[in-house]
T-cell receptor, first 112, second 115 residues
Framework: GNSVTQMEGPVTLSEEAFLTINCTYT??????LFWYVQYPGEGLQLLLK?????DKGSNKGFEATYRKETTSFHLEKGSVQVSDSAVYFC???????????FGTGTRLQVFP | DAGITQSPRYKITETGRQVTLMCHQT?????MFWYRQDLGHGLRLIYY???????DKGEVPDGYVVSRSKTENFPLTLESATRSQTSVYFC??????????????FGNGTRLTVT
């Protein structure tokens, strides 16, 4: 079945460091891929998405490219800020279902 | 205020008791969802609803009951709470069935502890 695998956290970085959070997926057909972010004490909110191979989603300085050949959707940001500290969830929506399937989440901690 | 609200934010209950978590949205979204968030599991879908009076099971429905008599409300009931149901519960809504075109909007969650 469909599944999403994320790197385990926490990821601890200094401000202005480069961020990569790995995400790989298993799915039949052509899923859509998403990154959601959860700030402390809040619900999840959509960060970015990509609906077909080679698409790049971007928002707030974050970006991720849908790589079908490696079944990956890694999240990157060139220079993180303390305010980026949150839990990041990779998710997919399969071609045979509209229900989102989430990864386990990766906690990012950014220190000044 | 417009949005999706969950209540209560925190709840402690005893094993065997019935407890209901409330979810209310003001967008008139057709679709509503209940997820639970557990360390090591991420978010898992409990139940969802495509419209008033239409509900369906998700990945982990056992021990839970939902209803959707009005579009804006989607309560989740634990009929006889167990310790394994200690979790953070999130309600979400979306305008369309396809998550490609309509992102999920989440509430701030209810932290439930079953003692």
């Amino acid at each position: 079945g469909n599944s999403v695998t994320q790197m385990e956290g926490p990821v601890t970085l200094s401000e202005e460091a480069f961020l990569t959070i790995n995400c790989t997926y298993t799915a039949t057909g052509y899923p859509s891929l998403f990154w959601y972010v959860q700030y402390p004490g809040e619900g999840l909110q959509l960060l970015l998405k990509a609906t077909k191979a080679d698409d790049k989603g971007s928002n707030k300085g974050f970006e991720a490219t849908y790589r079908k050949e490696t079944t990956s959707f890694h999240l990157e940001k060139g220079s993180v800020q303390v305010s980026d500290s949150a839990v990041y969830f990779c998710a997919l929506s399969g071609s045979n279902t509209d229900k989102l399937i989430f990864g386990t989440g990766t906690r990012l901690q950014v220190f000044p | 205020d417009a949005g999706i609200t969950q209540s209560p934010r925190y709840k402690i209950t005893e094993t065997g008791r019935q407890v209901t978590l409330m979810c209310h949205q003001t967008w008139s979204h057709s679709y509503m969802f209940w997820y639970r968030q557990d360390l090591g599991h991420g978010l898992r879908l409990i139940y969802y609803s495509a419209a008033a009076d239409i509900t369906d099971k998700g990945e982990v429905p056992d021990g839970y009951v939902v209803s959707r008599s009005k579009t804006e409300n989607f309560p989740l009931t634990l009929e006889s709470a167990t310790r394994s149901q200690t979790s953070v519960y999130f309600c979400a809504s979306s305008r369309q069935a396809s998550t490609n075109n309509s992102p999920l909007h989440f509430g701030n969650g209810t932290r439930l502890t079953v003692t």
